[in-house]
């Protein structure tokens, strides 16, 4: 689709790969690819699989983001807040299959998927805004209430700690771990291609029941905070 995320298509599962070369940043440009992918997906009825170039899921946004004008980080932050409410409330099933670091909004974007698989290794999985002097937005405390353990969610916001891929399992940030990068594509696609066989409308109804409340304030945050 551009050279920072590629959309492929086939038996139902449209696999969706950020990669920028480096941490794949979430940068407006990187926002706006995934969220038009997004919109292939939907259009083409697909089940999801989203993941990152290998050793990196997303590292979330560029710091340097953070030094331009007020207008422009609250624009880049917005749409950042608006792709977690469209993962959130997305249609069509989302498995994630999280090949290495996630971290800030690249984490906020893996806890909106459904199912989430890690890969065992030297990767740190977390949010480290307090760590680097930012406060959380609205939208992002209220997915990671939604998606982390109820300890795990207190002590992930409030101390920005990075942990390794089993310890953000405990945490809540992902469902389940392999061993390498093999499992991590043969188990996500396998779980992708299982979603294709349940009743899709019921599965958007019932995900806008289960999600209403934690979309209702993720909303609301995101348009207080950033306007509507």
């Known amino acids: 689709m551009t050279e920072l995320v590629t959309y492929q298509l086939g038996n139902g599962v ?24 997004f919109d292939r997906a939907e259009a083409d009825r697909a089940v999801v699989l989203l993941t990152g170039r290998p050793g990196m899921f997303s590292a979330g946004y560029d710091l340097a983001t953070f030094s331009r004008s ?31 670091h996630a971290i800030a909004q690249g984490a906020f974007t893996l806890l909106a998927a459904d199912v989430r698989f890690g890969i065992a290794g030297d990767f740190k999985l977390g949010l480290n805004e307090v760590a680097i002097g930012l406060t959380i ?30 310890e953000a399992r405990e945490l809540g940030f992902l469902d389940a771990l392999v061993a390498d990068a093999d499992e991590l594509h043969t188990r996500a696609t396998a779980e992708a291609h299982r979603l294709t066989e ?23 945050g995101i348009d207080s905070e950033f306007g509507a």
Request: net charge positive.
């Open 14 to 37: 449209a696999t969706i790969t950020l990669d920028d070369g480096k941490a794949n940043v979430m940068s407006e440009k990187m926002i706006r690819a995934v969220a038009t992918a």
């Open 137 to 166: 937005p609205h939208y992002g405390v209220e997915v990671a209430r939604h998606r982390l353990t109820r300890p795990g969610f207190d002590r992930a916001m409030n101390t920005g700690i990075l942990v390794g891929p089993e």
């Open 70 to 100: 007020e207008d422009e980080i609250r624009q880049t932050l917005r749409a950042g807040g608006n792709l977690i409410h469209r993962l959130l409330g997305f249609p069509l099933p989302v498995v994630a299959a999280c090949s290495g």
């Open 198 to 220: 349940i009743d899709l409308g019921a599965h958007a109804w019932t995900k806008l029941r289960v999600r209403a409340q934690v979309l209702t304030a993720v909303r609301s």
